[in-house]
């Protein structure tokens, strides 16, 4: 039997408004197929023509399949079906649809537009009656660029659930479009309303480019799109300060007196403050389609408590987070409720916001009078837990309820086990990782920064893509950084470039492991093709940094953020620079092997042979069987990056250990060391001296900062706020988490995988945990592996492996009563396991 589950076009089920011209078609089987594919056929079908069929194929593949019919079009409707041939005559059939976004630049007939207050701090709003023809109605879309951010309205209702749209990018390279279906909204034979609202968002300017259409059932179109054309009508809106890092301010008096003017019968004119659009400088950014999945509100917390100080109402929401606080009050006209938020608390109860630097997080609501009144906001997220509130006039609070705001990508891991630490510590990681993925992977959500450090991305993919889909953000960051390249190769610190250097710090290989991680995770090989010459340009420029016998001196950062007291540790800035260098060679040649390029392969090769022996040269203590300067990073990172001989693996390994539990089992690295730290450690089936780490009550440390009372993950190990830098929501150390899944789970994706077609299956039970459950969902179906123990050392595995992957057990014992060897290879399906540790 064959049963396809699920059938995607570019990672998503019936998506519209994707760009690529050849896009790929992904199927999974549920798991209680019992037969494998041998064949399959795809048929793609625009209305009733026939634009590509396969024929029957005989091949295994059922991962981005890719289209290669005739042309696609902008807007063009397609409907896929899917059928697999099984090897014992099964079949399947599955169907789907999907929708091209705008291809080319001349689908583009509208004008930029905006008001000519495009920097004062109100937002802007904007408007358009249009009318349709009483005829069915098939679909409607709206195409819209509308910067920093934007709300779009039909017939005065909010067309999407989404907040802070479009994606944050470097406007002068790239400009998102969103793609709203707005079937449900518009209404045939009769006037409609579209209407905008803008904020500054992450652009510092108010514009929009809009382009839409309606089709009829008959085959015929109404389009429209944004023009100087005395129709569409502008204006400032009732949010009189918008700001990311500094808030918004709601005056209700003066949305009283604007009316509702989203709505079919408002009409504007001069009195009211409306004009006829201003023409604005076209943005020079290529215009690309917004595929990231949106930022949404996920979660509601209602207050554990509220306490009075002096004047003012402290709200304890429980839980850090990225978002905003939907508030109502009521009270007299020209009121006003003033809202701070934060992170912490004083010792007098009032909130902290000291670390927030320049940044005030600062929402306020006029009151109209009118009842009570509901405060959202629109252009602004905060980072915090705390929440103090402040009230001029006559007014009060009837309630406030904080939203959790990220993009809401789909959660594909599970893991949770007997210690109820690690799983706490677990629940922060998800937190502090949600918290900053705002169309970029922020390195904080609250202070006057929130932006992507490609150092910290280079440990922090390895926990977050195990925790969360992230097939369609890998590509959207990965031109984030290539954005950032300049025709000498040199990439930024920062994507997009914000803040830092150019030349990047060198531990920056975020932007090669990214590419990886999608290949191997989702089978993404086009991205790979399409990054490769800027990877390698990067690297190529590296080499001109370097010494004559290639060590890299080039360093700004390092390990970063060593805990205070650990300080002397810290490695060389040559030292990380010149291993990192190392493993970016090997990262190209690897991706070199992929696509083909033989003579590339020769030369990656080559230059990391002379790297590795330089830096043993330089670095390596044969007497003493230690690098550098003998601490935990210098140690490890040869270690993991295999520039270490392998007989010296295991003193080194053993030095590593012996140091940290002379510290009082705590570790002594930065950004980047802990994750070599713990992932090698585990790899040497240290996984309780680890467990440990982490609980460790103790500065510095994870369950220290648990123990303060953590919700999220720490920028830095100690509490003591410094005004510099010290986020409380940062997920530059929770790369501790892929160990959960990759050791104690037991699941690992092979490096050779493609779409995790390969898994090495080996849970770490030697250790005070009794059972663990874990998961992870992949283009290829669900990976489980959930193990107990019985007794002292008899562990119980129930292992579901997807019906497309197969998994080595890395490990001896027994298979339903029969017994196997390690290195066992296992196909699609559930499996009971008994092994001894």
């Not at 030697?766 to 998961?775: D, I, K, P």
């Amino acid at each position: 039997m064959l049963q396809i589950t699920k059938l995607t076009t570019e990672y998503r089920e019936n998506p519209i408004g994707i760009s690529t011209t050849n896009p790929r078609f992904t199927w999974q089987f549920a798991k209680e197929s019992d037969e494998k594919q041998k064949a399959y056929s795809v048929t793609v079908k625009s209305g009733n023509e026939t634009v590509w069929a396969t024929g029957k194929v005989k091949s295994a593949q059922s991962v981005n399949v890719e289209y290669k019919g005739k042309p696609v079009v902008s807007a063009g409707m397609y409907d896929v079906e899917v059928t697999v041939y099984g090897e014992n005559g099964g079949e399947a059939t599955a169907t789907g649809t999907f929708e091209m976004g705008l291809l080319k630049e001349s689908d583009w007939t509208g004008e930029w537009c905006g008001t000519n207050a495009i920097f004062t701090s109100t937002s802007t709003i904007a408007r358009k009656i249009f009318k349709l023809e009483d005829k069915e109605i098939k679909r409607g879309r709206i195409y819209l660029i509308g910067l920093g951010y934007h709300e779009l309205y039909v017939n005065g209702e909010k067309v999407s659930d989404e907040y802070l749209a479009p994606s944050n990018a470097d406007h002068t390279r790239s400009v998102y479009y969103k793609t709203y279906d707005i079937t449900p909204f518009v209404k045939q034979g009769t006037e409609n309303a579209m209407a905008i609202e803008l904020g500054f968002g992450w652009f510092g300017k108010k514009t929009f480019l809009l382009q839409m259409f309606v089709e009829y059932a008959d085959g015929t179109f109404y389009n429209d799109h944004s023009a100087l054309d005395g129709l569409w009508w502008v204006g400032g809106g009732s949010i009189t300060r918008t700001s990311v890092f500094g808030g918004e301010t709601q005056d209700n008096v003066l949305a009283e007196k604007l009316g509702k003017w989203k709505a079919v019968d408002y009409t504007p004119d001069w009195d009211k403050g409306w004009m006829y659009a201003f023409h604005q400088i076209p943005e020079i950014g290529v215009k690309r389609s917004d595929l990231t999945d949106p930022i949404r509100s996920s979660e509601e917390f209602k207050p554990l408590s509220v306490t009075k100080v002096g004047n003012d109402l402290v709200y304890d929401f429980g839980q850090n987070m990225a978002g905003f606080v939907k508030l109502v009050a009521k009270g007299e006209k020209g009121a006003k409720v003033t809202m701070r938020f934060a992170e912490v608390l004083k010792p007098d109860g009032n909130i902290e916001q000291l670390n927030l630097r320049t940044a005030t997080q600062l929402d306020e609501l006029i009151l109209s009078g009118d009842g009570e009144e509901t405060f959202v906001p629109k252009f602004t997220y905060h980072g915090f837990r705390y929440m103090q509130v402040a009230i001029e006039g006559k007014a009060e609070i009837v309630s406030a309820i904080a939203h959790h705001v990220h993009n809401d990508v789909r959660k594909t891991g599970h893991f949770e086990c007997s210690d109820e630490i690690l799983n706490a510590l677990h629940k922060n990681v998800l937190y502090t990782e949600l918290n900053n993925l705002h169309s970029i992977m922020t390195d904080c959500p609250q202070r006057d920064e929130r932006i992507g450090w490609l150092n910290d991305l280079s440990s922090r993919i390895f926990q977050n893509i195990n925790n969360f889909d992230l097939s369609r953000m890998l590509p959207k960051l990965l031109q984030d950084f290539a954005d950032t390249q300049d025709a000498d190769g040199t990439i930024a610190d920062t994507a997009p470039n914000f803040a830092g250097a150019r030349p990047a710090d060198p531990i920056c290989a975020s932007y090669i492991l990214f590419g990886i991680k999608a290949y191997q995770y989702y089978g993404d090989k086009k991205t790979l093709a399409d990054r490769y010459d800027g990877f390698k340009a990067w690297i190529d420029y590296l080499v001109t940094r370097c010494t004559p016998d290639l060590s890299l001196p080039l360093s700004y950062y390092g390990d970063w953020v060593v805990p205070d007291i650990y300080v002397p540790t810290k490695v060389d800035g040559e030292f990380i620079s010149s291993a990192y260098l190392y493993w970016q060679f090997n990262l190209m040649k690897y991706i070199a092997g992929l696509l083909g390029k033989k003579k590339d392969v020769k030369y990656f090769e080559k230059l990391a042979t002379k790297c590795k022996e330089t830096f043993n040269k330089k670095w390596f203590d044969a007497e003493k069987i230690s690098y550098h300067n003998d601490s935990q990073t210098a140690n490890i990172i040869p270690v993991s990056l295999g520039l270490c001989a392998p007989e010296h693996r295991e003193p080194l390994i053993k030095r590593v250990i012996i140091d940290c539990i002379q510290k009082g089992k705590h570790n002594t690295s930065g950004n980047q060391g802990y994750r070599h730290f713990f992932y090698q450690l585990a790899e040497a089936g240290e996984t309780q001296l680890l467990i440990d780490v982490l609980k460790n009550k103790e500065y510095p440390g994870w369950g220290n900062m648990l123990d303060r009372g953590a919700t999220t993950i720490w920028e830095r190990w100690e509490e003591k706020i410094k005004l510099e830098m010290h986020s409380f929501d940062h997920p530059m150390f929770a790369s501790f988490d892929g160990m959960f899944y990759h050791y104690l789970g037991g699941i690992k994706i092979d490096e050779d995988a493609c779409a995790c077609d390969k898994i090495t299956i080996k849970p770490h039970a030697n250790n005070e945990l009794t059972y663990v459950n874990c998961s992870l969902d992949t283009v290829r179906g669900r990976i489980v592996s959930n193990w107990k123990k019985v007794g002292d050392r008899k562990v119980i595995l129930n292992l579901e492996v997807p019906h497309t992957t197969t998994a080595t057990l890395d490990f001896t014992g027994t298979i339903n009563g029969a017994a196997f060897e390690q290195g066992r290879k296992v196909t699609g399906g559930s499996y009971t396991i008994e092994f001894i540790v």
